[in-house]
């Protein structure tokens, strides 16, 4: 063997080898959309989330629930727009620069969510997770499935799902 195909052997083992490191760290992490709303951090799961877009231009609906803002065309799907705050907590929220739309495909459903702040995808470590936040308000209890603490930051994670099977909210949209 050439010292040129040993040296190539050599480089492709240690390149096998960070793969093999990364596919262990993959194992202990833990990925999502993370995004602010009442002044509280979410996180929810890559699979739940069919993309984020910028609050697009909608026709209201009339005689529907405060909350669901309306009806806009995004590529030629109907998307039903509504506001995740105004319908937990019963307050209609301000529009700000930041606001940004969660957008998930639900049944032959394709529902928006308009959030505070979408802050991108997060990864977490597995072994920072907590099963229940007792400090989280009893409206948003019921959409989430624990959290993780990073950097002394409490992400709680929001299943859309749960929100999506929630009667009340499915009523209005």
Partial sequence: MS??????LLRLSKRGNKSQLHQKNEAHRWSG???E????YFIAPLGE????IYPPQYTAVPKVNNW???????RGKLLTLTDLSHFIT???STFHSTQKVICIQHAEQYIGVTVDRVLGIQHFNK????SENNDLDQMLKQYCAGYFKHHQQVWNIFM????????????GV
């Fill in 3 to 8: 010292t040129k195909g040993f040296i190539e």
């Fill in 68 to 74: 669901l803002n309306g009806i806009a065309n995004i």
């Fill in 90 to 92: 019963g307050q209609q």
């Fill in 160 to 171: 859309f799902s749960r929100l999506l099977n929630d009667q009340a909210y499915m009523k």
């Fill in 33 to 35: 959309v993370a995004f």
């Fill in 127 to 130: 072994k920072s997770y907590f």
């Fill in 37 to 40: 709303i009442m002044g509280q």
């Fill in 49 to 52: 989330v069919s993309e984020v």
